[in-house]
T-cell receptor, first 109, second 116 residues
């Protein structure tokens, strides 16, 4: 199982773009990269998933370089409600999925 | 459609007691997972079930047993609870998204377990 490394915490202000980078040097060929969001006292919630290049949905973008040894979750124009813990997961879809330690994002007014 | 449900929501045990945490999903998902989350920490995988009748150990399986009773239900048993097992336990199920491109986990609300 590929190990992931993320910053422990990040601070931002409302309206700014936030980029959270995850390092996964030993990612395997079959592994995908998935990001989850977790609010206090709740289970994690799926944000976005990708294999290579760039993926965008209605809430975020995911940038993956050609070597796939890292990935960056981009949250455009964050609001106070985006304050949460963000987890990067790397694994073979349909198999074991292991969470890292996560990044605590604090958005201030 | 309730998604993933867990019972109980809260539980206090004494050291050495046993209990079973129940999890059920109504989304017809094949894969189910049990995680634990200690205060201020990330989630750690305890056990995983790829399909009915199969289970596999995760990162921290010691002290736990699981049972995939059927496709809907995946239970976690603590045979002899220890204070180190005080944690929040999350169950999840997973499947491909509607478009078939994403593989998503859906989490239950969690069970908060305290072992004294």
């Amino acid at each position: 199982l590929a190990k992931t490394t993320q910053p422990i915490s990040m601070d931002s202000y409302e309206g700014q773009e936030v980029n959270i980078t995850c390092s996964h040097n030993n990612i395997a060929t079959n592994d995908y990269i998935t990001w989850y969001q977790q609010f206090p006292s709740q289970g994690p919630r799926f944000i976005i998933q990708g294999y290579k290049t760039k993926v965008t949905n209605e809430v975020a973008s995911l940038f993956i370089p050609a070597d796939r040894k890292s990935s960056t979750l981009s949250l455009p124009r964050v609001s106070l409600s985006d304050t949460a813990v963000y987890y990067c997961l790397v694994g073979d879809r349909g198999g074991k999925l292991v969470f890292g330690t996560g990044t605590r994002l604090l958005v201030s007014p | 459609n309730a998604g993933v449900t867990q019972t109980p929501k809260f539980q206090v045990l004494k050291t050495g007691q046993s209990m079973t945490l129940q999890c059920a999903q109504d989304m017809n998902h094949n894969s189910m997972y049990w995680y634990r989350q200690d205060p201020g920490m990330g989630l750690r995988l305890i056990y995983y079930s790829a399909s009915e009748g199969t289970t596999d150990k995760g990162e921290v399986p010691n002290g736990y047993n699981v049972s995939r009773l059927n496709k809907r239900e995946f239970s976690l048993r603590l045979e002899s609870a220890a204070p180190s097992q005080t944690s929040v336990y999350f169950c999840a199920s997973a499947a491909w998204g509607l478009a078939g491109d994403d593989y998503e986990q859906y989490f239950g609300p969690g069970t908060r377990l305290t072992v004294t």
